[in-house]
Nanobody
Framework: QVQLVESGGGLVQPGESLRLSCVAS????????MSWYRQAPGKERELVAT????????NYADSVKGRFTISRDNAKNTMYLQMNSLKPEDTAVYYC???????WGQGTLVTVSS
């Protein structure tokens, strides 16, 4: 089975940093573009960042540009999201998604609050 396991979330204060991880299995990780999504309470899930299969190209939502960095380690079947200068509006459950794989993990909760 395809598995996507997100981790690294937690409660932090504004301005602090977190690094999220997504460990994938059940498909050829290095052949798939990967993305991070997030869903805030009562809101629609939104795309945060995308990275191509070999990491040559990265795209970010305007709201996180300059603060978040998406990366991947294909040898470890793992994708990361380094989140710096966190803001309360970043509070959400964060999910990873593989292109052309119709599956989601449980997500990891990020709460940014003072």
């Amino acid at each position: 089975q395809v598995q996507l396991v997100e981790s690294g979330g937690g409660l932090v204060q504004p301005g602090e940093s977190l690094r999220l991880s997504c460990v994938a299995s059940g498909f050829t990780f290095s052949s798939r573009a990967m993305s991070w999504y997030r869903q805030a309470p009562g809101k629609e899930r939104e795309l945060v960042a995308t990275i191509t299969n070999l990491g040559y190209r990265r795209n970010y939502a305007d709201s996180v540009k300059g603060r978040f960095t998406i990366s991947r380690d294909n040898a470890k079947n793992t994708m990361y999201l380094q989140m710096n200068s966190l803001k309360p509006e970043d509070t959400a459950v964060y999910y990873c998604k593989a292109d052309r794989v119709d599956s989601w993990g449980q997500g990891t909760l990020v709460t940014v609050s003072s």
